[in-house]
């Protein structure tokens, strides 16, 4: 696809057969990469489990390379899928975000925040 960011990427840092990892454009930490598998989809569950498979391969080392270079205090990973989930572009990618101590008041929900109200779970009923 000619139009996607993702089909021609440039300044790759990792990759595989099936997969690469880049830098975020828009980082939200030091460090923000992108493990994006080289096959035009749009959702994680469209990928084959070999793909998805060459993708985690890349987390893990992405995740060595951070260390050494950032060293940070923990990381999030994230995968948007579909436009209510807040996927901007249709080739399925995975967030890798360094995190570090003191990057945010209060950090403890982690990726529950993607819904602010339900961040603190703490105070809410159980199930």
Not at 29 to 38: A, N, W
Not at 106 to 117: E, F, M
Request: hydrophobic fraction near 40%; charge should be negative.
């Amino acid at each position: 696809m000619t139009d996607c960011p993702f089909c021609n990427p440039d300044e790759i840092l990792l990759e595989n057969d099936l997969a690469f990892a880049k830098d975020d454009l828009y980082p939200v930490s030091p460090g923000h990469l992108l493990v994006i598998p080289r096959r035009h989809v749009a959702s994680w569950f469209d990928l084959t489990p070999a793909e998805q498979t060459a993708v985690l391969a890349l987390v893990n080392q992405a995740k060595d390379l951070l260390d050494e270079t950032y060293a940070p205090d923990g990381y999030n990973l994230g995968i948007n899928c579909g436009e209510a989930a807040g996927q901007t572009v249709m080739h399925v990618h995975l967030h890798l975000i360094p995190r570090y101590i003191g990057d945010v008041p209060n950090p403890r929900g982690g990726i529950r925040a993607v819904i602010a109200a339900k961040q603190d779970y703490t105070n809410q009923t159980r199930r």
